[in-house]
């Protein structure tokens, strides 16, 4: 019995955290969701034919998937200047090391038009999970995700 019952739960417990694990947890970068700050912790969750927004427990937006127009994807790429002169001061050598490295900020942008409602927002990605999201977004919109930095502006 007790064999049973190891046995069910070591099945139990992978499939309930997979299932525990619906949406993926990004910062709102701007855009036209209403009450919502830059900066802001949000929620993005992709279900069936429909995009999830959500703050905490509370839905904010949901965008049908037949209605995006466009998915767009960039990097903000900077050095760690200010952390190399906090290092320098104890230590000259680390300070330059750290000076070389480089730090990435993954976005991902999403626009859309319903009808007679068109919005867009952007939206801060964690380094290991913007991949999912791209593809996810992908996956079910059947757009291709834009890479922002391979455009070219011309002024």
């Known amino acids: 019995m007790r064999i049973m019952i190891v046995a069910l739960l070591c099945v139990a ?12 947890a990004v910062k709102y970068d701007g855009g036209s969701i209403p009450d919502l700050k ?73 626009t859309w038009a319903n009808g007679d409602a068109k919005g867009g927002f952007a939206m801060q990605c964690d380094k290991n999970e913007y991949r999912g999201i791209l593809a996810g977004l992908e996956g079910v919109t059947g757009k291709k995700a834009v890479d922002s930095d391979a455009m070219n502006v011309k002024n």
């Open 38 to 110: 830059t900066g802001t912790d949000i929620g993005i969750a992709i279900q069936g034919d429909q995009i999830l927004i959500g703050r905490g427990k509370k839905l904010i937006a949901t965008i049908p998937a037949s209605s995006v127009t466009e998915i767009s994807y960039g990097q903000d790429v900077h050095r760690r200047v200010g952390t190399a002169i906090a290092v320098g001061v104890f230590s000259f050598g680390l300070g330059a090391l750290t000076a070389l490295s480089k730090s990435k900020k993954h976005f991902i942008g999403l």
């Open 13 to 24: 417990l992978p499939f309930s955290a997979i299932a525990g694990a619906t949406g993926y």
